[in-house]
């Protein structure tokens, strides 16, 4: 468990990367070391990929990245800032992650129905039919 523990002071010391990458356990026996690194790595990577390798990127002038700087978001005006602000500071990617692994809004069930979620094109809160 030392391990673990060293792993996440490693990835709490990242600055911001395209793409941060799991090889995993299919056994899912690893199952406890990604529930307790992913979420740091989660703040450091746009795109977190799971059993894959990234693809190459062809740096252009209509490149359009979305890296975060690992930076936690500063309150505005001595008070909290707005949810948006955080979720719109930094776009998130899950590539290959196993459903369980998703947060619950990303999930094919709806968590308590209540979330409206854009599928198909289409505005929704009924659950993903696969």
Same mark, same amino acid.
């Given at each position: 468990?030392d391990d673990?523990?060293?792993?996440?002071?490693v990835?709490?010391?990242?600055e911001?990367?395209?793409?941060?990458?799991f090889?995993?356990?299919?056994?899912?026996?690893?199952?406890?070391? @990604? $529930?307790?690194v992913? !979420?740091?790595?989660?703040?450091?990577?746009? %795109?977190?990929? +799971?059993?894959?390798?990234?693809?190459?990127?062809?740096v252009?002038?209509?490149?359009?990245m979305?890296v975060?700087?690992?930076?936690?978001?500063?309150?505005?005006?001595?008070?909290?800032?707005?949810?948006?602000?955080?979720?719109?500071?930094?776009?998130?990617? @899950? $590539?290959?992650?196993? !459903?369980?692994?998703?947060?619950a809004?990303? %999930?094919d069930? +709806?968590?308590?129905?209540?979330?409206?979620?854009?599928?198909?094109?289409?505005?929704?809160?009924?659950d993903?039919?696969?």
């Amino acid at each position: 468990m030392d391990d673990v523990r060293q792993l996440c002071r490693v990835a709490e010391c990242l600055e911001g990367n395209l793409n941060g990458l799991f090889l995993l356990d299919l056994s899912g026996s690893d199952d406890a070391v @990604y $529930d307790q690194v992913a !979420p740091v790595l989660r703040e450091r990577v746009g %795109r977190l990929l +799971n059993d894959k390798m990234p693809t190459g990127v062809a740096v252009s002038p209509a490149m359009n990245m979305a890296v975060p700087t690992g930076d936690r978001p500063r309150r505005i005006h001595g008070g909290g800032h707005p949810a948006s602000l955080r979720r719109f500071a930094m776009l998130q990617c @899950y $590539d290959n992650v196993r !459903p369980a692994r998703l947060p619950a809004g990303l %999930r094919d069930a +709806n968590p308590q129905g209540s979330m409206w979620r854009l599928v198909d094109g289409r505005w929704t809160r009924d659950d993903v039919m696969t």
